[in-house]
């Protein structure tokens, strides 16, 4: 079973290329799982050797473990370098000063350190912090004359890009200035295949984070704090910000809890911060990093802590994070890819919203007619412009793909292309009564 998702890994698809030779005893299958830093793969590839060793006429098993390719889950038009990128996660506060660039930095060797392909983004344009955190031969990035594209540098096997290797150092700029020149620097880099690109968020909830957010199909995001009540106000107003753009919010870092002497174990800066945003917020993982001043040396020497002492206490903390962020991922890519599906036995469309435990069906031609584009009601008087009878009653969706952790993009027969939100699907009238399967019939 998968932990995470409830259910076998035949029913999730895992099990790929199953050879059975029953003269000879022998069975061999790939495990193909959703990232390469599924924290239990070695106990999947142990099971699944048991499970089929004990059936009495199996004399040989082989099991080969692979993941999934790197894609995006999201339908819609993504910018040619964002195309093989599988999860892309936000490390953000609203607030400055309290840690973000070295939970994103420390995060992202961590994820690299269990086997994924990691790319860091520093979105940061008026004070970039990854020039400073990491030491890669080549502090320029290049371009690619041909393609007009940015080939990222490179830094113990992470991909990295920053304002800070432009060879401008840090920007004087208008807003809307910095959010084109953060959007090409994204958008137009090789990031090639990766399984998880982690973004370091600039403060703030301004232009900048909000053209982040609507470029890039976010994941998730993690928040970073610190105890004070003046950082738990900026938090949550980013966390609020995430909410309405409908990025799950997975983990809450508190930095400088803490510290340890003489046996005693001090908070100076007080309790709670990062606990008020769990409980207030509902975001399910906590986790504390202490005052420790490897922590704050590793930051500017230009190795990351969690590469400097991979067996320390503050590297255990971040390989929770890192196993935290991996299974939230998957939960979420889970979700949203099965959200809302089309059963052509019954001839409805299935939802259940991430999040909700409620699942209703919805007949096909309802949804089309609740169309709320332009092309169904007029945008300037609010007139329906698509009517009752123009949706035949028999009209069967061609094809239903995830759009963000909000939508889905439906294809219809006559060519048109509905984006249908969680929210608006959930107000439709459901039905109630609909056909058996023939199947069941007979």
């Given at each position: 079973m998968d932990p995470d998702f409830g259910t076998d890994i035949v029913s999730c698809g895992f099990v790929k290329d199953l050879l059975i030779d029953e003269?000879?005893?022998?069975?061999?299958?790939?495990?193909?799982?959703?990232?390469?830093?599924?924290?239990i793969k070695d106990m999947f590839e142990q099971q699944a050797n048991e499970v089929v060793a004990r059936l009495p006429w199996v004399s040989k098993v082989s099991v080969t473990m692979s993941a999934q390719p790197a894609k995006p889950i999201f339908a819609g038009q993504l910018p040619a370098g964002l195309q093989t990128i599988s999860n892309i996660v936000a490390v953000s506060s609203c607030k400055g000063g309290v840690g973000k660039s070295t939970v994103a930095v420390n995060l992202a060797y961590t994820l690299a350190g269990m086997g994924a392909r990691v790319g860091i983004f520093d979105a940061d344009v008026y004070g970039p912090s990854l020039p400073t955190m990491v030491s890669p031969e080549n502090r320029l990035l290049e371009m690619n004359p041909e393609k007009r594209t940015i080939i990222p540098t490179e830094y113990l096997g992470v991909k990295m890009v920053s304002f800070g290797f432009a060879g401008q150092g840090h920007a004087i700029m208008r807003g809307p200035m910095v959010s084109g020149?953060?959007?090409?620097?994204?958008?137009?880099?090789?990031?090639?295949?990766?399984?998880?690109?982690?973004?370091?968020?600039?403060?703030?909830t301004g232009d900048i984070q909000l053209t982040l957010c609507q470029v890039v199909p976010l994941t998730a995001a993690v928040i970073v704090t610190t105890p004070q009540k003046l950082a738990f106000i900026d938090v949550a107003k980013g966390v609020r910000m995430f909410s309405k753009l409908k990025v799950p919010c997975v983990a809450v870092v508190e930095n400088m809890c803490h510290f340890d002497a003489d046996g005693k174990?001090?908070?100076?800066?007080?309790?709670?911060?990062?606990?008020?945003?769990?409980?207030?917020?509902?975001?399910?993982?906590?986790?504390?990093?202490?005052?420790?001043?490897?922590?704050?040396?590793?930051?500017?020497?230009?190795?990351?802590?969690?590469?400097?002492?991979?067996?320390g206490e503050v590297a255990k903390?971040?390989?929770?994070?890192?196993?935290?962020?991996?299974?939230?991922?998957?939960?979420?890519?889970?979700?949203?890819?099965?959200?809302?599906?089309?059963?052509?036995?019954?001839?409805?469309?299935?939802?259940k919203v991430p999040d909700s435990e409620e699942e209703f069906l919805l007949h096909p031609a309802t949804v089309r007619r609740n169309d709320r584009s332009a092309q169904s009601v007029d945008e300037w008087t609010g007139e329906q412009k698509l009517q009752y009878g123009d949706i035949p009653e028999d009209i069967e969706p061609e094809e239903i793909r995830p759009m963000g952790n909000y939508a889905v993009s439906i294809t219809w027969p006559d060519g048109f292309n509905q984006i249908a939100p969680y929210d608006q699907l959930q107000m439709m009238e459901r039905l109630v009564d609909f056909p058996l399967p023939t199947s069941v019939q007979s």
């Open positions: 003269a000879l005893g022998e069975v061999s299958f790939r495990l193909e799982l959703t990232t390469p830093a599924c924290p020149v953060i959007n090409q620097l994204l958008t137009t880099a090789e990031w090639g295949e990766l399984d998880y690109l982690v973004i370091d968020m600039p403060p703030g174990r001090y908070y100076p800066f007080g309790r709670g911060s990062g606990s008020q945003v769990v409980q207030q917020f509902g975001i399910p993982h906590l986790f504390d990093l202490p005052i420790r001043p490897t922590l704050s040396a590793s930051g500017d020497s230009g190795t990351p802590e969690v590469v400097a002492d991979p067996q903390t971040f390989q929770n994070l890192g196993v935290c962020v991996v299974q939230q991922c998957a939960k979420i890519r889970q979700q949203v890819s099965t959200a809302v599906t089309y059963d052509k036995s019954i001839k409805a469309i299935k939802v």
